[in-house]
């Protein structure tokens, strides 16, 4: 039996059987699915203590899920969860702003303005974190 251990609306944390899981919900044109990723003890506590972190998480693993071509492996996902959940301000930055003005289009700092609000044009300029 799976517990949720956190929710928000396009994302959840189940754990089961020892083993923690993030559920990504995607949506591509009309289509909507769920990702499920593997976490460790230490992504969880993250996501659910550092909101922009987990926001930026979710806004970074949608884009390229919407698109089989682009979806990623398991190597990447965890890549993107080390870079993006526990690595220095200055370096999570920099990956998003090069993923967002590279293959993403704009798509993760929109992400983030739809989601949390936040000014498209200063996620644009690399500045991520609120000062």
Wanted: hydrophobic share 35%; with cysteine; aromatic share 10%.
């Amino acid at each position: 039996m799976s517990k949720t251990i956190f929710e928000n609306p396009r994302m959840t944390i189940f754990y089961e059987k020892g083993e923690h899981s993030l559920s990504l919900s995607v949506e591509s044109g009309f289509v909507g699915f769920d990702v499920t990723i593997p976490l460790t003890d230490r992504d969880v506590a993250v996501i659910e203590t550092e909101n922009e972190r987990a926001a930026f998480l979710q806004a970074a693993l949608h884009h390229p899920f919407q698109l089989r071509e682009t979806r990623l492996e398991n190597a990447e996902q965890r890549y993107y969860l080390d870079k993006i959940l526990h690595s220095p301000k200055s370096e999570v930055e920099a990956f998003l702003t090069e993923i967002d003005h590279g293959t993403a289009n704009g798509a993760i700092s929109n992400m983030v303005h739809i989601t949390c609000g936040k000014d498209q044009g200063i996620l644009r300029k690399g500045q991520w974190f609120n000062r």
